[in-house]
């Protein structure tokens, strides 16, 4: 082979060449190591600042959210793109805009989910916040669709739990929102967030007692927690109980000036509309309503608080502020029932009545599962309403129309039997049908004095007495005073119930009876 004029190539790779390469290498490592020593920190810092904003937001408070929100500012100038961090923001930002009406967390939340779902991020805080904000636009059924077809796919955490219980709530299917709270409350328990949810689920069904001891749940999680402190003390006045508890509610939150939301405020001013309402103050308790509504113009337990002073005031103007109460929360029964109460109580049957036909509207199409996974109407299993509607029929006269709805509520089975019974046994009472109303209330007012209703052992003293069977008369009349007294009568209540019985024995001529009666009573006034 010729190679005249060639150079051989292995010649011409020096030492300054190899040393090039060398170099070369060795920047190219380093700036490696260095990438990989950078990100290794971004991610630790990421999770840091993540992991504390997670902590603070736990407590739930608006200032612990303020704080998580801070940690993940900082975060994000290290990371724009963490995209779980940008969920968890949507989430925090929504609570403020939904829960605490702070204005605007609405904007924030829709720019951080907006960035999440760019990120594609796969947290449960990016779907729930997205089925969130569909129920604030009114798109119940969109929603309902949304988490339907990533409870299809296997998602599953308690926010995205929360969301189905909300969109349930906001669909009418209240039994159904009811286990789905119970069940994110569960799963979350140290987040008082569920709890407090679940407990202001319970509070609008009219629940006082369940909802009282959901709103202890969220205090387990964190004792400081302000919106659940307030929303028990609501509980507990709608309960007629524990009135000091909620007063110091209200001192404890009024002590947290700088933290105070708009809804905190408008809570505030409705507990105390609410308390002046036990005092029997009306018109203050219309101008604390008045102050809440500043705070939050549509807030409905606010409006809810006027809407009862008005009606103790017996204000013509209670009714439309009653429907006020209901354009803003139509699934809420405590609104149509304890309001349907209050305008009874004030002389207004007719707009009683009309809110019951309202609510018959709101939850008339519903159609609920039963535990046979057949499908029935929800009225069918609601006791209640018809327990309150036969009442009103009575009051008006109609008794007849009231009969068939004590019917309709003892065919519900419902927790409210006893009291069903207890009402269509008194109505039969009164009709002189004591064969029947013997039946039903032996039922819920036995012999043994076993039962719970005072009233029940009223109505079937009464039914003896007009039998002429007085001693058993006074026996049952005596379970009654006894109940009533253990329930927390007042001792002027108990009194004059005594004396309606004394009165009524004197005026049957057993006069010895009527002296031992009041002997064997005495000791319940003590």
């Given at each position: 082979?010729?190679?005249?004029?060639?150079?051989?190539?292995?010649?011409?790779?020096?030492?300054?060449?190899?040393?090039?390469?060398?170099?070369?290498?060795?920047?190219l490592l380093a700036g490696a190591v260095t990438w990989f020593v950078h990100r290794g920190t971004v991610r630790k810092q990421t999770e840091e600042h993540l992991r504390a904003a997670r902590a603070a937001a736990s407590r739930g408070n608006p200032a612990d959210l303020a704080r998580a929100m801070a940690e993940l500012d900082t975060l994000f100038q290290v990371d724009d793109g963490a995209r779980d961090a940008q969920a968890l923001a949507a989430d925090l930002q929504t609570v403020l805009w939904l829960d605490h009406h702070q204005p605007g967390a609405d904007a924030k939340a829709r720019e951080h989910l907006s960035r999440a779902e760019q990120l594609d991020s796969r947290s449960g805080e990016r779907f729930a916040t997205r089925a969130l904000h569909l129920l604030a636009e009114g798109k119940t059924a969109e929603a309902e669709?949304?988490?339907?077809?990533?409870?299809?796919?296997?998602?599953?955490?308690?926010?995205?739990?929360?969301?189905?219980?909300?969109?349930?709530?906001?669909?009418?299917?209240?039994?159904?929102?009811?286990?789905?709270?119970?069940?994110?409350?569960?799963?979350?328990?140290?987040?008082?967030?569920?709890?407090?949810?679940?407990?202001l689920a319970l509070l609008d069904e009219g629940q006082h007692d369940q909802a009282v001891e959901a709103f202890e749940k969220a205090l387990q999680a964190n004792p400081d927690h302000l919106l659940a402190k307030l929303n028990m003390g609501l509980a507990q006045v709608y309960q007629g109980r524990k009135l000091e508890e909620a007063q110091r509610a209200l001192d404890a939150a009024s002590q947290k000036q700088a933290e105070l939301t708009p809804v905190l405020r408008s809570r505030m001013g409705t507990l105390k509309a609410e308390l002046a309402l036990t005092r029997g103050a009306a018109d203050q308790a219309l101008q604390d309503a008045d102050s809440a509504l500043k705070a939050v113009p549509d807030d409905v337990y606010a409006l809810f608080a006027r809407a009862r002073a008005l009606a103790t005031r017996k204000d013509t103007q209670a009714r439309a502020a009653f429907e006020a109460a209901l354009a803003r929360r139509r699934t809420a029964p405590l609104l149509y029932l304890d309001g349907a109460r209050s305008l009874q109580a004030s002389g207004d049957n007719a707009s009683a009545l009309a809110l019951l036909d309202a609510y018959e509207g709101a939850f008339g199409n519903i159609q609920v599962a039963t535990a046979d996974g057949?499908?029935?109407?929800?009225?069918?299993?609601?006791?209640?309403?018809?327990?309150?509607?036969?009442?009103?029929?009575?009051?008006?006269?109609?008794?007849?129309?009231?009969l068939g709805a004590y019917d309709k509520a003892i065919a519900a089975k419902g927790v409210g039997l006893a009291r069903a019974q207890y009402a269509k046994g008194a109505l039969l009472v009164v009709r002189k049908d004591y064969e029947n109303a013997k039946v039903l209330l032996a039922t819920v007012a036995p012999d043994t004095g076993a039962g719970t209703l005072p009233e029940a052992y009223s109505a079937m003293g009464d039914l003896l007495f007009a039998q002429s069977a007085y001693a058993a008369g006074c026996q049952h009349y005596y379970f009654g005073l006894v109940r009533a007294r253990a329930q927390g009568t007042p001792r002027e209540e108990l009194a004059a119930r005594i004396d309606t019985v004394k009165k009524g024995l004197e005026s049957a001529g057993q006069g010895a009876m009527a002296k031992a009666w009041v002997t064997e009573t005495n000791t319940l006034l003590q």
């Open positions: 082979m010729n190679t005249e004029g060639q150079t051989d190539w292995k010649r011409r790779e020096g030492w300054k060449s190899a040393l090039a390469q060398v170099v070369a290498v060795a920047v669709k949304f988490l339907g077809e990533l409870q299809a796919q296997g998602a599953s955490s308690p926010r995205l739990t929360l969301a189905m219980a909300l969109t349930l709530q906001a669909k009418g299917d209240l039994p159904a929102a009811r286990q789905a709270f119970a069940r994110a409350a569960e799963n979350a328990y140290r987040d008082p967030r569920f709890s407090s949810a679940y407990g057949k499908k029935v109407r929800l009225l069918e299993q609601d006791g209640r309403y018809w327990l309150a509607r036969g009442g009103l029929l009575e009051a008006a006269g109609r008794q007849d129309d009231a």
